[in-house]
């Protein structure tokens, strides 16, 4: 479990980041942070691997305060997951996998293997091992972003707008994979993000956030659709504006559930 706890975040220009935070992330789920730009998301998550440190507050990693672990010790055992993969441009994709690994005292030859097992697992080809980054489409590029930050087999997860540079259809594929992820491996994962769709997509937990980091509502996105806590949230969900009414049809015998202007949402199961 990941804790917040009366977290602040005053950057040396003066500008408070975030204020007073507390929020729980519990250990084995997807907790999605979705709020617009400037809201704060990007902040919190690196608080969790030191990237940035709190002004007030502390953030404790299953009870410890993660002020009196070590940065490097620390992110090497955190998985963190940059918008633009962060991948090192010079390096063949599976060195940049094994990176964290090798780092870690591994040697060269199993940090390979387990760079191509970990392929597998994020659904590259093992063929694109010896490509570099520039080589490969946006999606796969994401994919060896996530295959790196699992690399060092982390308990947490931490990701920034992963899929934000790829285009839709690759999106959706790259978040239900990281969906059937999770549920494989367990992880705690922590996922940032400013839309919405993403978020309820992939989120257990959904937690959103205005400006300032201020929490205004959190839960299931089941209950954050029935019943959006004020007009910011109903309007952000878009409950509000009727695009997630949601009817069923039936459609070749089959009952189809369509958005409100009657654009297929799935299938339901017989
Ligand atoms: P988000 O990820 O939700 O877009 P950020 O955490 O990046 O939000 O930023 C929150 C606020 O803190 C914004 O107003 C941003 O301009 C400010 N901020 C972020 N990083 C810094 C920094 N290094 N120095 C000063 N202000 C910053
Ligand atoms: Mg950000």
């Not at 729980?24 to 789920?29: D, F, L, T």
Request: net charge neutral; aromatic share 4%; charged share 25%.
């Amino acid at each position: 479990m990941i804790e917040f706890r009366g977290v602040t975040k005053r950057y040396p220009d003066g500008t408070v980041a975030v204020a007073d935070v507390d929020l729980e992330v519990p250990a084995h789920r997807t907790t999605v942070l979705v709020g617009s730009s400037g809201s704060g998301k990007t902040t919190l998550l690196r608080m969790v691997n030191r990237m940035v440190d709190p002004t007030a507050g502390a953030v404790l990693v299953d009870g410890v305060d993660v002020a009196t672990v070590e940065p490097v010790r620390l992110r090497r055992s955190i998985g963190y997951v940059m918008q633009n993969s962060g991948l090192l441009p010079h390096r063949k994709v599976a060195d940049n996998i094994a990176t964290v690994p090798m780092l870690r005292g591994m040697p060269r030859r199993a940090a390979r293997a387990r760079a191509l097992e970990l392929m597998d697992t994020v659904g590259l080809d093992r063929a694109l091992a010896d490509r570099y980054p520039a080589q490969l489409s946006g999606g796969q590029q994401q994919r060896v972003g996530v295959a790196r930050g699992l690399a060092a087999d982390p308990d947490i997860l931490l990701l920034d707008e992963p899929f934000g540079a790829v285009d839709p259809l690759v999106r959706t594929e790259l978040q239900d994979e990281l969906r059937r992820l999770q549920g494989e491996l367990g992880k705690t994962v922590l996922f940032v993000t400013h839309d919405i769709d993403e978020a309820f997509r992939i989120g257990d937990h959904v937690v959103i956030l205005r400006e300032g980091g201020e929490i205004v509502q959190r839960g299931t996105p089941a209950e954050l659709l029935a019943s959006p806590a004020d007009a910011f949230v109903a309007g952000f969900v878009g409950a509000d504006r009727g695009r997630r009414s949601l009817r069923v049809d039936r459609i070749g015998g089959r009952d189809v559930v369509v958005d409100a202007d009657g654009r297929p949402a799935g299938v339901l199961a017989p």
